[in-house]
């Protein structure tokens, strides 16, 4: 087993959670959208090799879950080719999509790959609910795992609680389906104590909807940005605490820029490295510590645990 790179000794096995921005493209404007460069361009296929390249030289070190995240991942055209190159004999292929392409675009994906779960985020502003649960049912039949992703846009809080219900009996249907709400909260449109002791009844009914966990150390951590922020009535501050995400988080960004988490790619600090300009085997060893945050928020969506140092 290759415990070394270069000089640098290397901790292992480990597990590693990567999120791969294969475009930063977004066909949908979602108002709480808080994704930068929705209108970027496409890179070459060369230039999504290299970032494939990087993952096969990892997976030679870690074992590596894989998310293809966006932007809307699905919309660009070389998709299906690379998720025809990628590892899935570890884990499931995870996408992250908002399902706007259509149903005979998930056939062609299903001839290439069907080990996937897909995460599948519900945007009631620019989505018909029953064409999104058309799809839904089809990627059920057809793939390894959908978890739907609710977006409780508080503007339109009444008819989403709707959308949830008719989503309800699925889980009963299929067990390898898992329903979730992501509040997004607005000033002009606010949760009020009604709607909160629906979500606490359903939280009692449907454990995916208590995003909440407890560390040892007692501190609290979500899988949803947006939950933290409600909670804590602003954005979770972690500045000073020692986070695993520095060896158990891998950010590539759709330049090749490596980070340890999304807050670093978002307050644009200078990445770990580059995948496309630089001999990336020789900063491999960047993976194997934990760091302090040096943040005053975080926008990480992956449930990284935090201690004091
Ligand atoms: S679907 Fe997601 S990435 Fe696209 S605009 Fe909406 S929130 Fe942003
Ligand atoms: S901002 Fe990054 S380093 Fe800080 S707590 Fe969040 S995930 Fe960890």
């Not at 901790?11 to 709480?32: E, M, Q």
């Not at 030289?57 to 080719?81: H, M, N, Q, R, S």
């Not at 779960?117 to 609910?129: K, L």
């Not at 799809?135 to 949830?164: G, P, R, T």
Request: hydrophobic share 30%; glycine share 4%.
């Amino acid at each position: 087993m290759i415990t070394e790179v270069g000089s640098k000794r290397l901790s292992l096995p480990r597990k590693f959670f990567s999120h791969w921005d294969i475009t930063s493209r977004c066909n949908y404007k979602c108002r709480y959208c808080t994704y930068e460069n929705r209108d970027e361009g496409f890179y070459d296929y060369g230039h999504k090799l290299k970032i494939i390249h990087f993952y096969e030289c990892l997976y030679a070190y870690f074992d590596v879950d894989l998310i293809l995240f966006g932007g809307e991942p699905t919309l660009d055209p070389d998709f299906l080719k690379v998720v025809e190159r990628l590892d899935t004999s570890l884990y499931p292929l995870q996408i992250f999509t908002n399902l706007s392409q259509p149903i005979s675009w998930f056939k062609e994906l299903y001839k290439k790959q069907r080990y996937i779960r897909f995460i599948a985020s519900y945007h009631y502003s620019m989505c018909d609910p029953k064409e999104f649960m058309n799809k839904v049912k089809f990627l059920l039949d057809h793939f390894y795992e959908v978890y739907v992703k609710i977006m409780w846009d508080s503007k339109y809080k009444a008819i989403i609680k709707e959308v949830y219900t008719m989503f309800e009996p699925l889980r009963v249907d299929y067990s390898d389906f898992v329903l979730s709400i992501d509040r997004i909260w607005h000033e002009d449109q606010r949760f009020n104590k009604f709607d909160m002791q629906w979500y606490k009844e359903e939280q009692r009914k449907n454990q995916r909807l208590q995003t909440y966990y407890k560390v040892d150390n007692g501190i609290k951590y979500s899988t949803s940005f947006n939950e933290i922020k409600l909670e804590c009535d602003g954005i979770a501050n972690y500045e000073g605490m020692e986070c695993d995400c520095g060896t158990k988080n891998l950010i590539v960004c759709s330049n090749g820029d490596v980070h340890h988490c999304l807050t670093f790619r978002k307050n644009h600090f200078k990445p770990l490295f580059n995948i496309i300009n630089d001999r990336y085997t020789d900063y491999l060893y960047l993976l194997d510590k934990n760091i302090i945050c040096p943040h005053k928020n975080c926008y990480s969506e992956v449930a990284v645990p935090k201690r004091k140092p």
